[in-house]
């Protein structure tokens, strides 16, 4: 069974311009979550989404980052336009159920390998 | 200052040498998770707990939720232990799926 996937593994813009990244979780995985490294810093998280829907959106830094999931599958996460500031790594991750429900722990946690974003 | 703080940051050992990397958290926690990334690689997960102790293979992760406090240990390291190690928790103040991490340790083990 394939794990989580992104695409790109690289990607190296100029500031202004934008970039797509794209996660597809584990098939079946309703759960899907992204989060970011920046530089130096710790992994913090970005938005999840149950199916098509956000579940929680309150680590996207700005309005600069669209994350969509149309149709419950793969995500895309959009910058536009990049910055400087937003050069790290994305990581996606997936589970089958939400981790935790009604206080018991339910669901494995999946990571993909992630997209390094390089903005100059 | 972060609510997950790791050390060392940094960790050098000889292949065999018992290793210990901690994590102190300072929110409540329904559960945590040691991560492990390789160098170019994605993120594995290790262990998930909310209470004891758990073992696999030559890794030992504890848990003392009064204390605020976790461990992770590797006994007989080996080069191929050599990773990034990340400490994550589900902090219970935050909605109840969203990941809080540490800055992670990074382990070298030397042949």
């Known amino acids: 069974e394939a794990g989580v996937t992104q695409f790109p593994s690289h990607s190296v813009i100029e500031k202004g311009q934008t970039v797509t990244l794209r996660c597809d979780p584990i098939?079946?995985?309703?759960?899907l979550y992204w989060y970011r490294r920046v530089m130096g810093k710790e992994i913090k998280f970005l938005l999840h989404?149950?199916?098509?829907?956000?579940?929680?959106e309150s680590g996207m830094p700005n309005n600069r980052f669209l994350a969509e999931r149309t149709g419950g599958t793969y995500s895309t996460l959009k910058v536009q336009p990049a910055e400087l500031e937003d050069s790290g790594v994305y990581f996606c991750?997936?589970?089958?159920?939400?981790?935790?429900?009604?206080?018991?722990?339910?669901?494995?946690?999946?990571f993909g390998e992630g997209s390094r974003l390089t903005v100059l | 200052k972060n609510e997950v703080e790791q050390s060392p940051q940094n960790l050098t050992a000889q292949e065999g040498e018992f290793i210990t990397i901690n994590c102190s958290y300072s929110?409540?926690?329904?559960?945590l998770h040691w991560l492990q990334q390789h160098p170019g690689g994605g993120i594995v997960s290790l262990f998930m707990?909310?209470?004891g102790k758990k073992k696999h293979g030559r890794l030992i992760a504890t848990i003392n939720i009064q204390e605020k406090h976790s461990s992770l240990h590797i006994t007989a390291s080996h080069p191929r232990d050599s990773a990034v190690y990340i400490c994550?928790?589900?902090?219970?103040?935050?909605?109840?799926?969203?990941?809080?991490f540490g800055g992670g340790t990074r382990v070298l083990v030397k042949p």
């Open positions: 098939s079946g995985h309703d759960n």
């Open positions: 929110v409540g926690i329904s559960a």
């Open positions: 989404f149950v199916k098509e829907s956000k579940q929680d």
């Open positions: 991750a997936s589970s089958q159920t939400a981790p935790w429900r009604q206080g018991e722990y339910t669901g494995e946690l999946f």
């Open positions: 707990l909310s209470s």
């Open positions: 994550a928790v589900y902090s219970i103040k935050a909605a109840g799926n969203k990941l809080t």
